[in-house]
């Protein structure tokens, strides 16, 4: 079984930066997997934010490109979120979801993000 733990949200200032980390428990970590990240504003879907795979290979939503990392430490089973120049249309509760093999899918809990003067 596959448990994820986000963490790192809070409240920031327009402008600013947070990093978000997602810590996978279980052997799947090094497994062939995908690990995603979304994000769920109040009132909204949940919209993907960015991927990275197994390789290190990472793919972008049009609206962080440029000012959002991600990234992946294989030693510590973690996954993170870089996030800079971050906007008042940022703030959201960030998930992360592994992807195991193309089949299984695991969620994490969530981690609110708040952008605000």
């Known amino acids: 079984q596959v448990q994820l733990v986000e963490s790192g949200g809070g409240l920031v200032q327009p402008g600013g930066s947070l990093r978000l980390s997602c810590a996978a428990s279980g052997s799947a970590f090094n497994d062939i997997n995908t690990m995603d990240w979304y994000r769920q504003a109040p009132g909204k879907q949940r919209d993907w934010v960015a991927r990275i795979t197994n390789s290190g290979s990472t793919n972008y939503a049009y609206t962080v490109t440029g000012r959002f990392t991600v990234s992946r430490d294989n030693a510590k089973n973690t996954v993170y979120l870089q996030m800079s120049m971050l906007k008042p249309e940022d703030t959201a509760v960030y998930y992360c979801?592994?992807?195991?093999?193309?089949?299984?899918?695991?969620w994490g809990q969530g981690t609110q993000v708040t952008v605000s003067s």
């Open positions: 979801r592994m992807t195991v093999r193309g089949v299984h899918q695991y």
